[in-house]
């Protein structure tokens, strides 16, 4: 009988194609989100396992019984998020992991994958940063993914695995689009303005890894030896995926005739600064081979916006952006201030929301 997968997050720009993957190699895939982006889809999406729409916060040992692993992915998901309420952000990434992993392990969970972020490097220079590296995050985003670690690694033992999958910045196209994020951002503006628009003065460096990559490391980490890999982080990505932004402006610039690369005047070297080692990974789990640069994911977004018909109003409506869509949502009633679905708004049917 094929192993049963719990993926939290599953209807992330991440968590989505994982699922896909998961399913087509013949696991038992079960989706838990709580749809805070739902209906924001770039194109046809469907769900490929079957889902639980339920916060991780009210998850109990029953909903987790008989699985192998989790993959937890689900979070507020990047740095200006935290923008929203900085509590917020530590009550569900933080609060919300550990109550995941206790629960796991609680219901005989074996192997647990968390998913955390080159985010908690957070202000670095030009060395390369491996696994032993200070941890220095300037965000609440980045503290919530420390601290989750830090709170997780104490429940190891004998019967419960943990990993940490420290992914770098992701890029490439999902139907569970996001565009805030660097290169994604970059190759919408390129395509729908011919501009790209650089908010710092372009120096700071970033570790970049494919969307897809990133999934096909969480299915290393699956079948990986567990003495392997038990309790340790791992930098998700290729140390010659390395990039400032603004050498990304122009590999994007190169792939769009007649595109120009913008710096705000105003901008200066953003704080968030690392470059990352992911030797480690590439050493310890040999299954995990990154396929993708981010020359090969700039071409492939520009084809799936083309075949999705990516448009302006997208791009102006904001609606592949997590803060702008979850302050919309916020302020229109349909979750409260813990982002909880009120009841009046929230449903489960397959026409999404109704807002
Ligand atoms: N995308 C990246 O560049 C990147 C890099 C490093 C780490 N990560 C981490 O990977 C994970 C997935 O990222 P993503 O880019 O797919 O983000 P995403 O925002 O696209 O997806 C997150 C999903 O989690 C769900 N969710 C949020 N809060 C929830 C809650 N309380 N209960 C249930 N579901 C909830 C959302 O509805 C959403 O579908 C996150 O933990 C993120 O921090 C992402």
């Known amino acids: 009988m094929s192993k049963k ?26 989706g838990i989100d709580s749809g805070l982006y739902r209906g924001q ?20 040992p029953q909903h987790l ?17 935290g923008n929203i309420d900085p509590a917020l952000t530590m009550d569900i990434n933080c609060q919300g992991s550990l109550h995941v992993a206790r629960i796991a392990k609680a219901a005989g969970v074996q192997r647990f994958l968390f998913s ?24 609440a985003y980045g503290v919530s993914k420390v601290n989750s670690e830090k709170g997780i690694r104490e429940l190891a033992d004998e019967s419960f695995c943990p990993v940490y999958l420290r992914n770098a910045t992701a890029y490439g196209f999902s139907p569970r689009l996001r565009l805030d994020l660097v290169v994604n951002d970059f190759v919408s503006a390129a395509f729908l303005n011919k501009r790209i628009f650089i908010k710092s003065d372009g120096t700071p460096w970033r570790p970049l890894v494919h969307v897809r990559d990133i999934c096909a490391a969480f299915q290393a980490m699956l079948e990986a030896d567990r003495s392997l890999i038990f309790n340790r982080a791992f930098n998700i990505g290729s140390t010659a995926e390395n990039y400032r932004v603004s050498e990304l402006a122009e590999i994007v610039r190169h ?3 007649d595109c120009e690369v913008i710096y705000d005047p105003a901008g200066g070297p953003d704080k968030r600064c690392y470059r990352v080692c992911c030797d480690l990974v590439r050493d310890v789990v040999p299954n995990f081979q990154p396929q993708w640069t981010v020359a090969q994911g700039v071409a492939e977004l520009l084809e799936g916006f083309m075949v999705s018909g990516l448009s302006s109003s997208d791009l102006e409506l904001q609606r592949f952006h997590r803060l702008p869509v979850l302050r919309q949502r916020l302020q229109s009633g349909v979750f409260d201030s813990q982002l909880r679905p009120t009841v009046t708004h929230f449903q489960t049917s397959s026409s999404g929301w109704q807002t």
């Open 65 to 81: 019984e008989g699985a192998f692993a989790v993959c937890h992915l689900a979070a507020l998901s990047n740095d200006p998020l």
């Open 116 to 139: 955390s972020s080159c985010s908690t490097y957070g202000a670095a220079g030009d060395e390369y940063l491996d696994e032993y590296a200070t941890l220095n995050p300037i965000t």
């Open 41 to 60: 889809d770039c194109g046809a999406c469907s769900d490929a396992a079957n889902s639980l729409t339920i916060d991780i916060r009210d998850l109990e």
């Open 255 to 257: 792939a769009v005739p």
């Open 5 to 30: 997968i719990i993926v939290t997050g599953s209807q992330g720009y991440i968590g989505t194609l994982l699922v896909q993957l998961l399913c087509d190699v013949g696991y038992n895939v079960i």
